[in-house]
C-alpha cells in the first residue's frame, strides 16, 4: 500500500525567508501534485509533475521530483503573508490511477 | 464555468438515516474521485472510478457505497450513518493532464 508522508507537519515562518516542505513516498511512481487548501475552502491545483527531474515554478513556490528518491519537494523563496495555507502532496500508484494524499503541511507566515 | 458541484454544503444525519452526496463535472473527465478530510489526518480516498461504468475501493472504503451514474456524476450513499462518519467530504475530478479540480465540500455531521 502507497504511504505518503510530509514534513514538517506544522511550519511557521517569518515574512522574507525561505523553507522547503518535504515529500517521501513508499512504492514506485513517477506522478506527483501539490495542492493548496485554505481553511475552510476545498483544495486548490498548484503542481503537477510527472517525471523524474520535473521542476514547476509559480511565483514563490518552486516544486521538484526525484523518483529515484521517491521525495518531491516544495521550496518556498522569500515568504509573505498570502502563502499561509495548508499543503499537501498527493500521489499516483503505479498501474492504476488511486491518487493517496499526504497528511498536509499547515504553513503560517508571520509578518 | 462550474467545475465540480456537491450537494448539499452542509448536512446534520442522526446515526442509522441514510443519505447520499451528489457530485457532478462539467469538464468532460473520465476519472472521479470521493475523499474524506478529518483533522490531522489529511485526505482519505473513499472510493474512485477512473472511467464511467467502473469503480474502486480506496483506502477506507467500509460503510459507503457509489454509483457512477454517468461521464458527469458520481454520487457517494452512506446506507446507516455512524458517527464516525462525520467528516468533510470532498469530490474530485482529474483532467487526462491529471489536474484535479474540487468540489467545495459537503460537512456532514452524525448525531
Known amino acids: 500500500e502507497l504511504k505518503v508522508e510530509q514534513n514538517p507537519l506544522f511550519l511557521s515562518m517569518q515574512e522574507g525567508k525561505n523553507y522547503t516542505i518535504y515529500c517521501n513516498y513508499s512504492?514506485?511512481?513517477?506522478?506527483l501534485y501539490w495542492y493548496r487548501q485554505d481553511p475552510g475552502k476545498s483544495l486548490e491545483s498548484l503542481f503537477v509533475?510527472?517525471?523524474?527531474?520535473a521542476v514547476k515554478q509559480e511565483g514563490r513556490l518552486m516544486a521538484s521530483l526525484d523518483t529515484k528518491a521517491r521525495l518531491s519537494t516544495l521550496h518556498i523563496t522569500a515568504a509573505v503573508h498570502d502563502l499561509s495555507a495548508t499543503y499537501f502532496c498527493?500521489?499516483?500508484?503505479?498501474?492504476?490511477?488511486?491518487?493517496?494524499f499526504g497528511t498536509g503541511t499547515r504553513l503560517t507566515i508571520i509578518p | 464555468n462550474a467545475g465540480v458541484t456537491q450537494t448539499p454544503k452542509f448536512q446534520v444525519l442522526k446515526t442509522g438515516q441514510s443519505m447520499t452526496l451528489q457530485c457532478a463535472q462539467d469538464?468532460?473527465?473520465?476519472?472521479m474521485y470521493w475523499y474524506r478530510q478529518d483533522p490531522g489526518m489529511g485526505l482519505r480516498l473513499i472510493y474512485y472510478?477512473?472511467?464511467?461504468?467502473?469503480?474502486d475501493k480506496g483506502e477506507v472504503p467500509n460503510g459507503y457505497n457509489v454509483s457512477r451514474l454517468n461521464k458527469r456524476e458520481f454520487s457517494l450513499r452512506l446506507e446507516s450513518a455512524a458517527p464516525s462518519q462525520t467528516s468533510v467530504y470532498f469530490c474530485?475530478?482529474?483532467?487526462?493532464?491529471?489536474?484535479?479540480?474540487f468540489g467545495q465540500g459537503t460537512r456532514l455531521t452524525v448525531v
Open positions: 512504492t514506485t511512481s513517477d506522478r
Open positions: 474530485a475530478s482529474i483532467s487526462g493532464g491529471r489536474r484535479a479540480f
Open positions: 498527493a500521489v499516483d500508484s503505479f498501474g492504476n490511477e488511486k491518487l493517496t
Open positions: 509533475l510527472l517525471s523524474n527531474g
Open positions: 469538464m468532460n473527465h473520465n476519472s
Open positions: 472510478s477512473a472511467s464511467e461504468g467502473t469503480t
